[in-house]
């Protein structure tokens, strides 16, 4: 009797793993493609515009991914994650430029360096927990950031820093390589949620949810909490680092900004909009908000919002103003995020569907005793 009810059950278990093949195989021929979105997107598919956008959507979702994996499976709260975000953009900079190495090694330069720094200030951070943790994060961010701005000879200071495009191959480079930073971005979004995958389901993930829910509980076990959050911070870093690269590629540059504090809640809204511990609803949260502050800002100069009167014109010519309203609408009305919120929707659909299957047995049960002691 169990073997028909637990058979579609290994099936709906590979509905997320081949439901997330398809979307890959999809958004890699999508270049290839002439689909257009009108309002969404600004070109069709296949032209560098709409591949620029897309690119940097799958970057922010990476982005979002390992903090997510902060925030959502550990429960660690940081101010400072575009730290390391901006060492991976900065570091592979200066490898290319100061150091002169070629790309891959430049690029194995910049995670290293963003792997030491998140040891170092994690192993310092993670002395305390709750919101003295968030300041201490905050505290290194802002350090990171006056570095940044004050080294201008290494850094570029406030104009930014170029990448030497010397030294990297010629098939990432230009607007007519445009497919193939796309192709590059995905790929490291791929990568950024298969090791978000394997952390969560490994036993470092289910240690990092345990102290997550009680700490002291862990410890009384006779494991050490503050080596598994210092893992999962480390390795938070470098896929933040990683984003860091595939942004410095992207653009050709990188901003001061990219080390910031405001680069962090940027990140945070990006989770919590798409529902914290949902790794496919941090993909959706950096996704949607990147298409947003990207499309938002045509909208608010367009010449419907220019017809229109002061009271109105006036906060809606501003894309902050206007996702600061979407962020509180969707923490009034869907205080799960997108993620949440359907998966709440999924749970009680089920529950429904247990219920009935419940009473139905129940009902024959009665129907069948009735019919017992008809005959008797």
Known sequence: MTAPASAPSRLRSFVPAVAGVVLVVFMAVLPLLNLSLPGILPTPTYLPGTLALLS??????????????????????????????????????????????????????????????????GAVSMRVSGIPFAMVTLAFAQAGSVLVRR?????????????????????????????????????????VYLVTLWVDTSRLGHLA????????????????????????????????????????LLQSGTVPRAV????TITILVMV?????????????????????????????????????PDVLRIPLSEPLFLLGVLFILVVMFLPGGIAGTIDAAMRRRRGQKVRGSLQTLDDADESSEAAVEVRS
């Open 209 to 248: 949810r345990a102290t997550r829910e009680n700490e002291q509980r862990v410890r009384v076990l006779g494991l050490q909490p503050y080596r598994v959050k210092l893992v999962v911070f480390v390795i938070a870093a470098v896929l933040a680092s990683l984003a860091g690269v595939a942004y410095m």
């Open 151 to 191: 080294n201008s000879q290494i850094t570029g200071g406030e104009e930014g820093l170029s990448l030497e495009t010397d030294l990297v191959p010629e098939f990432l480079v230009g607007v007519v390589n445009t497919r193939n930073l796309y192709w590059f971005t995905l790929a490291v979004l791929v990568i």
């Open 260 to 263: 910031s504090a405001d680069l």
């Open 56 to 121: 940097l959507c799958m970057v922010f979702a990476a982005l979002a991914l390992s903090y997510n994996l902060l925030l959502g499976s550990a429960g660690m709260l940081s101010f400072g994650h575009a730290l390391y975000f901006g060492a991976g953009a900065y570091g592979l900079g200066i490898a290319l430029e100061h150091f002169g190495v070629p790309l891959w090694p430049g690029v194995f330069i910049a995670l290293l360096g963003g792997m030491v720094i998140a040891l170092v200030t």
């Open 272 to 308: 919590v909009l798409g529902g914290v511990g949902f790794r496919w609803g941090a993909i959706v949260g950096g996704v949607l908000y990147t298409l947003l502050d990207q499309r938002l800002t045509v909208l608010a100069g367009s010449d419907a919002i220019a017809g229109l």
